[in-house]
């Protein structure tokens, strides 16, 4: 069920879903919806068995938890030095984010049984005046704007890191044979780099979050035909899974859409 709130003259609707898929037993996915902060969360745990979805919990719950602690009291917000050229609220995004890594890496070393786990994250809160987007890995953010769907984030994934240095073909690109490999993501280290991204929202504007799962198995081209013609977030985000899993449904599915609409 979608969920909206007001901002700027305008609202913010959301809504969510996650499936498994159609070849893995379990899901590594989690995601957050905002219960009163316009906060979306989407990560995609990585570890095998238990350990993903261990990681990927935490670090929606961490964050998650850690904006609800720090509402009314800016005092608690800065347990990493403050970077002075971001607004406050970027800060609070980027710590939190901190926070849910060194976490997860905790939690890695003190447990066996979760060795290695790891996870993405990309989160998206509407401040007023402006959209902050944090992300660390290959789960993305995608903004569909007057028609055209455009990535705001970049995949921190070696692929990609072949394809800015290198500058592949779209047939090496298509062979390439480690495009799951990970160079960044959430427990790898105790600490993390976070890419922040701000944008300026409009009336009209839908912002999709998700894992892999989607846009390794949808092509852009379709996700922005499916984006322009469901307008129920609803039914979208259930038509966006189900056009995963009629691709294979290789991997776990979540995706989470908000969009700007008239108050």
Request: hydrophobic letters at 40%; glycine letters at 8%.
């Amino acid at each position: 069920m979608s969920t909206s709130f007001p901002l700027d003259g305008m609202r913010v609707r959301f809504s969510g879903e996650t499936n498994v898929g159609i070849t893995r037993d379990h899901n590594e996915d989690s995601f957050y919806l905002p219960t009163h902060d316009r906060l979306a969360i989407v990560a995609d745990g990585m570890g095998g068995h238990a350990s993903g979805e261990v990681a990927s919990r935490l670090a929606v719950e961490t964050i998650a938890n850690y904006f609800q602690t720090t509402e009314e009291a800016q005092e608690l917000t800065w347990p990493y030095k403050m970077d002075r050229g971001h607004r406050f609220q970027t800060n609070r995004l980027v710590s939190a984010i901190k926070l849910a890594n060194l976490k997860i890496y905790d939690e890695a070393e003190r447990n066996s049984s979760c060795h290695g786990m790891g996870t993405t994250v990309v989160s998206a809160l509407f401040a007023n005046g402006a959209l902050l987007i944090g992300h660390v890995g290959d789960s993305r953010l995608y903004r569909l704007r007057d028609g055209k769907l455009e990535q705001m984030t970049q995949d921190h994934s070696l692929l990609n890191d072949y394809i800015k240095m290198k500058r592949l073909s779209a047939t090496e690109i298509a062979n390439f044979q480690h495009k799951n490999v990970i160079v960044r993501a959430l427990g790898m280290k105790p600490s993390v780099e976070v890419d922040v991204i701000v944008d300026q929202p409009r009336l009209g504007d839908l912002y999709l979050l998700c894992t892999d799962g989607l846009s390794g198995m949808v092509p852009d081209a379709e996700l922005a035909e499916i984006a322009t013609s469901v307008s129920d977030l609803d039914k979208l985000c259930e038509r966006l899974v189900t056009a995963a899993n009629d691709h294979g449904g290789l991997d776990n599915i979540t995706v989470v859409c908000a969009r700007l609409e008239p108050l």
